[in-house]
């Protein structure tokens, strides 16, 4: 099967490659719909769509938090808009639109009443239901301190134990559960990954669609190097309880938080577990502090942090692989078949693409490109490359290499082809 990404530019000259220009093709809703059908055409054809259902996986991740975040925090309003009325037009049966931002996104902000409306009238239009769903269990409103549990009951998803087959074994240690997520309590977290145990909590939205799209917002990422095609599935996922992110501890310790040991440290991460214990009540936030106390006094690199956001990562990005593993091959009983499952596509956002501190702090970089992949390895490994990115460097890249072996690869560019 051959693996393809095509890539178009939004962009004449290079002297047009900036943040203004970029930002009003945003705001061209006719020509945002023209580049998307000439990125995707001969390729996601109306045969393909027409009387199906389609999960259409955006990145949602959060709110705005600052003014740059309406460019390259999410998949952008107006180009999702477009590719949703691109895909309308070919007929689909219904339109899944869903995804699990982290458990303090505050939806509604997230979310506005003009897109919304938008959405509602789009639908109308073409006579075919948009349902909108958010796939969290989980949500946490860190301003106010209130957790809500079991938004989606456990009914609405389907738990794959992948045992052996995860990324994760090679890290899993048999007297001690390392495996950490930020906000989250370890002990819940201990159950679902262990020796011989890796279990993910998969919406069953993505077993009742006959094609899935991600409509990925193209950024750096802290924990392993960029999210796109491959990262933006982790959404799929809808109980962070389920999604090892780091391992506590040092490097000399089995654990990817930071390099060396270091006692200030070990007693910070020693808070922040009890603190995670107590989300929700009064003492949580006041455990916190001491727990960042600590970790101020163990005189931490800028780039270091208590979530492992730092080049040393040795965990997201095995938990991410693990899941791109479930979305291609995996079955609605609970299990890996041998041979693919599903149609899955992307069609990347990188008009403005995200850079520095990403994912939940970028800056803006005007990138200038839409792109289109039926397989997120490539797509993940030419995104890598625009964006300067050493791929031996970054291990999810570096193993997504391999799932590339066999296949017949070609990447156009304006429609030029190489193979």
Not at 115 to 125: I, Q
Not at 202 to 210: G, N, Q, S
Not at 261 to 275: G, Q, T, V
């Amino acid at each position: 099967m051959e693996a393809y990404t095509n890539i178009q530019t939004t962009y004449t000259y290079t002297s047009e490659l900036n943040e203004d220009n970029m930002a009003t093709v945003y705001s061209n809703e006719e020509y945002l719909k023209e580049i998307i059908s000439t990125v995707m055409s001969n390729h996601l054809t109306k045969e393909k769509i027409t009387g199906k259902k389609i999960l259409l996986k955006p990145n949602w991740v959060s709110h705005n938090k600052v003014e740059k975040d309406e460019v390259c925090l999410r998949t952008n309003d107006a180009f999702l808009l477009a590719a949703l009325e691109v895909l309308l037009q070919m007929q689909p049966k219904e339109i899944v639109l869903g995804d699990a931002p982290i458990q303090g996104c505050q939806w509604n902000k997230m979310l506005n009443t003009e897109f919304l409306s938008k959405v509602d009238y789009l639908s109308k239009k073409y006579g075919i239901y948009v349902n909108i769903k958010d796939f969290r269990r989980v949500i946490f409103n860190t301003e106010i301190n209130q957790l809500e549990q079991d938004k989606n009951t456990i009914e609405d998803f389907i738990i794959f134990d992948i045992g052996e087959k995860s990324y994760l074994e090679n890290v899993s240690d048999d007297s001690r559960s390392l495996f950490r997520v930020t906000s989250y309590d370890p002990s819940r977290l201990a159950i679902s990954h262990k020796k011989g145990t890796h279990k993910y909590c998969i919406t069953k939205e993505l077993f009742d669609a006959d094609v899935v799209i991600t409509v990925p917002k193209i950024k750096t990422h802290q924990k392993v190097g960029l999210t796109n095609a491959l990262k933006i599935l982790v959404g799929v996922n809808g109980d962070k309880d389920f999604l090892p992110h780091h391992r506590r501890g040092s490097i000399e310790e089995g654990g990817d938080c930071y390099p060396n040991k270091n006692l200030f440290r070990k007693l910070s991460e020693n808070i922040l577990d009890y603190a995670n214990t107590k989300i929700g009540k009064d003492s949580y936030k006041a455990l916190l502090k001491i727990s960042n106390i600590f970790w101020r006094i163990s005189r931490p690199n800028a780039e270091q942090n208590l979530a492992a956001g730092w080049y040393g990562n040795d965990t997201t990005w095995r938990m991410v692989l693990d899941i791109n593993q479930i979305v291609l091959y995996g079955k609605s009983d609970g299990t890996i078949a041998d041979n693919l499952q599903r149609e899955l596509y992307s069609l990347c956002d990188g008009i403005i693409a995200g850079q520095g501190n990403g994912p939940l702090n970028p800056e803006p970089l005007p990138l200038g490109i839409v792109a289109f992949s039926n397989n997120s390895a490539l797509m993940d490994i030419v995104a890598g490359y625009l964006m300067g990115m050493n791929i031996e460097k970054i291990p999810l890249l570096k193993n997504a290499v391999k799932w590339l072996e066999n296949k017949e690869i070609s990447v156009s560019l304006n429609k030029k082809k190489y193979n």
